[in-house]
Structure formats: C-alpha cells, structure tokens
C-alpha cells in the first residue's frame, strides 16, 4: 500500500482528500504545517507527497528541497492556484513530479497520483532523479477526460487528423483547431504541445468563455497588488505562466471585442503589461486556439477582429465529428470503458454485438464527450461481463439522422406542399441507412437548394453540409 502525505493548512479541505484517496487504497498522512510534515517524514516512509505551494511557515520551494534532500524517490506534486503558478513552474523545474491548479478535480489529480508512483516504481531509486529533472510540464487541471490519451484511429479521418498534427507540432506557427463541442480539440492541442520543442515547458489551458469580461485583462496579463478592487496581491497572468510554453485558448470565440483587442496586441508584440503596472514583461508562447463556431461569420459580421483571426488561424485543424471516424469509435468506446472500470471499480470487458451495430449507427451529436457519458453510465449499471443494449440511454434509440418524415413536407414554408403524397412515400421508404440517396434526391427535389434541401430532410444546413463532406456528394 503506498503511502502519502497531504500538506496543507485547510483543514477541512486536507481531511477531504485525505478521506478520498484512503477510499482509493492509498495510506494516507496530513499535515498542516511544515513542522508537522517534518516529523511525518522523519517517521515513515512515505512514496509520495502533496502539498499546497504556500503554508504558514514555508513555502513550495524549500519543502520540496527538504523532501529531496530526505529522499529523492519520493514523488511531489504541487497543489496551487493560479496566483502561484509562476512558482510552482520554477519548482517544476528543481524536481517535482507535476501540479495541479486549485480547485482539485478528483479525477484528475488521481490520475496523476497514479502516474507518478508508476513512475517511481518504474525508474527506481537511481533513475527517479533524472526522469523528474526532465519533466517540466505544467498544466492546470481541467474537468474534461484526460488529454494525455490521444488515440490516433485508423480511419481516413483520423489518420488526416494525425497527419496535421505531426507536421505542425515542431514548429511555432499559431493553430486554430475547429470542431464541434465534444470532438476533443483539447486533446489535439495538447497533443501538439507534448510533439512540439516546448514539450517540456509549461502547457496552460484556459477557458475563454469562462473568463468575466472585467476580469479578462487580469487573468490573461496578471496585475499588481491594488491596482483594483479585490487585487490583494501580485497575480501571474496566463502568458506569463506559459512563457516557453504554450497556451491554449479554448473557445477563443467568446471572446468580447475589447479582450480581442489586448489579446491581438500581446500576440503582436510579445509582450504583457500585468494590469497597475507600468513595466512590460517578455513572454514567449505558442498560441494554440479552438473554437466551435464560425469565425469567418463573426469576422463578416464585424464580432470578430479579422486580423486576430488571421494571427490565430496560421494553421488550421478540423476535429471530425464522432460519427465520421468510421469504426474508430469501438476504439473509442474501449478506451472509455477502460477509464471507467478504473474510476468506478469495475471489470467490464467490452460491448455486446447489438451495442456494437448501435454505437455504428448512431449519430452521436456529443461526440467525445456523450460516449464518454453514455459508457461511464453502462459501466456503472452493467451487471455481466459486455454491456447490453438495456443499460444504454433511450435517446440512443430514438435516432436524430435523417427523417424522411411527413411532418418535413407539411411545412409552412410552401415548398413541400407541392410534392405528391407518392413522392413522400418514396423518400419514407429509405432508412437511416440509405442517407447518401436519400440526400440526393432531396437534393434534386429542392432544385439543389441546400437551405430546402435541409427542411425537407427535417435537419438544419450545418447537419446537412457535414453529411454533403461525408458522403463527399459535389453538385
């Protein structure tokens, strides 16, 4: 069993994790100061230490030298937050395992916890030093199934996918990654990061959308002890955590207008001003950004810097759809059902042959994100060896494909009306199987107006136009 010590004076905050990671199977020690951890380690031989970067009595630095200095195999990881992340960054570099920024995601820092006794069993005493001394890489914890897995597939997507990825990865050219929600354009960035020279250095993810628009200068640039209301300390911002690094910009296109504006400047000039202060500081990043929406549209209708999008789109990447990766998705599906065995405590070794024809079938309008869901959720209430269509979600069922229903061409809008009921009941013969035909002949009957086309077929034109790419249907 090993054995670990939490540092950190919350108290409540310390007992909590303390109380999770003994239901995980770990042997678990607190301390609240570094007095306390002292005597801890003094008496027992711990594998692997947690600790808040700052405490009453001392701080990141000096507790990890001592813990170095007492034993070297032992693993550290920093828990931090985001006003600490430049010191957690240069304590990354004297030897800690990695870090996590504050609030824990319990997920996530198990993940870690894992890794780094893995890590430590792995390399032993002699070779712990110089494996750590390497890893440099710093990344804020994110409530999303863990990037460092990036699957690659065998489906021409995905294989097209990889392809990008790898010949941009060693350069510096900005990446703007495209896709719908769910398709896992975080784990595509980070995947270029860990290809890329700066692999070592830090990797900061931010969310865009997430960030108060008076706040946004602040976060991205840092500030100065008074420089506002509630400023009662010096704060890094993003860029500057990132130096040597790179940052990720997720949803890049929720953005204000004004934050595009300081952002489009830094991009430009390389330089930050944290907020109150006058002394501009260097940084040197890479710029990795994702969005879901239309950018070119936003540019067009003036809710988008043209020239920010052009700095941010030097190179551009398309996640494909779930429903694209051919199948990719029982890959998909097996890694899922492997990290949900892992966090719920079950042996569940894969899918039934009807979950299999479903998973194929379906349209999957989550993505990444709803497989991940759907097969947490069958892991959980599978009771045998392969999940069974009775555990999955009755939407799975109730497909969003394409519908040739009535309803479609009893619209308001006057097109379908002047289509016989014969005519309606040829389009009500094809199944979701049959989509590419199925298409072209709502194609045809629309006169090859895509906007009716996609009325009839009773779906919207950005449904249509990713099947038109599917079926690579040219007309």
């Given amino acids: 069993m090993s054995k670990i010590l939490i540092i950190e004076d919350d108290v409540s905050f310390c007992l909590m994790m303390k109380t999770f990671l003994t239901k995980k199977g770990f042997e678990v020690f607190t301390a609240f100061t ?198 009662t300390t010096d704060k890094i911002g993003h860029f500057e955590a990132a130096t040597g690094g790179t940052i990720f910009l997720d949803e890049v296109g ?27 500081i260097d940084v040197d990043i890479r710029i990795i950004a994702a969005t879901n929406e239309d950018l070119q549209k936003a540019v067009r209708e003036g809710e988008f810097r043209e020239d920010l999008y052009h700095r941010l789109n030097e190179f551009s990447i398309q996640a494909p759809r779930l429903n694209e990766r051919g199948k990719d998705i029982l890959e998909f599906a097996h890694f899922f059902i492997e990290k949900s065995n892992e966090e719920l405590e079950r042996n569940v070794e894969g899918l039934s042959d009807d979950v299999i024809e479903i998973f194929l079938n379906y349209e999957w309008p989550g993505n990444l994100r709803e497989m991940r869901n759907v097969i947490k959720r069958a892991v959980l209430l599978t009771k045998g060896e392969v999940i069974e269509k009775q555990v999955l979600p009755s939407e799975m069922f109730q497909q969003n494909v394409l519908k040739p229903v009535e309803e479609s061409f009893s619209s308001s809008n006057g097109f379908a009306s002047h289509h016989s009921n014969e005519e309606q009941e040829d389009l009500k013969l094809y199944s979701s199987k049959n989509e590419e035909q199925l298409i072209k002949i709502a194609l045809e009957k629309a006169k090859y107006n895509k906007t009716k086309a996609a009325q009839i077929l009773g779906i919207d034109r950005k449904t249509l136009y990713n099947k038109l790419k599917l079926y690579d249907i040219e007309f």
Avoid at 50 to 60: A, S
Avoid at 256 to 274: G, I
């Fill in 254 to 280: 929720n953005l204000t207008y004004d934050v595009q504006v300081q952002l489009l400047r830094a991009l430009q000039e390389r330089k930050v001003k944290p907020v109150g202060s006058s002394k501009e």
């Fill in 34 to 231: 570094f007095k306390e951890a002292e005597a801890v380690l003094s008496e027992e031989k711990i594998d692997l230490v947690l600790t808040d970067v700052r405490l009453p009595d001392n701080d990141g630095v000096e507790i990890l030298q001592y813990i170095k200095e007492a034993d070297p195999t032992i693993q550290v990881i920093l828990m931090t937050g985001y006003t600490d992340i430049k010191t957690a960054v240069n304590v990354m570099k004297m030897g800690a395992y990695d870090y996590i920024a504050k609030p824990i995601n319990s997920d996530e820092i198990l993940h870690t916890i894992n890794k780094a006794l893995d890590h430590q069993q792995q390399f032993g005493s002699s070779k712990v030093v110089e494996a750590i001394s390497e890893s440099k890489e710093t990344r804020p914890a994110k409530n999303a199934y863990t990037a460092s897995h990036f699957i690659k597939g065998k489906s021409s997507k995905s294989k097209e996918l990889h392809e990008f990825v790898n010949v941009v990865a060693p350069t510096n050219i900005s990446v703007l990654i495209i896709g719908d929600s769910g398709t896992g354009k975080e784990n595509i960035a980070y995947s270029i990061h860990k290809l890329s020279k700066r692999a070592h250095m830090p990797y900061i993810a931010v969310d865009c959308g997430a960030i108060p628009k008076d706040l946004a200068a602040s976060e991205f640039f840092g500030h100065v002890k008074g420089s506002f209301t509630g400023a």
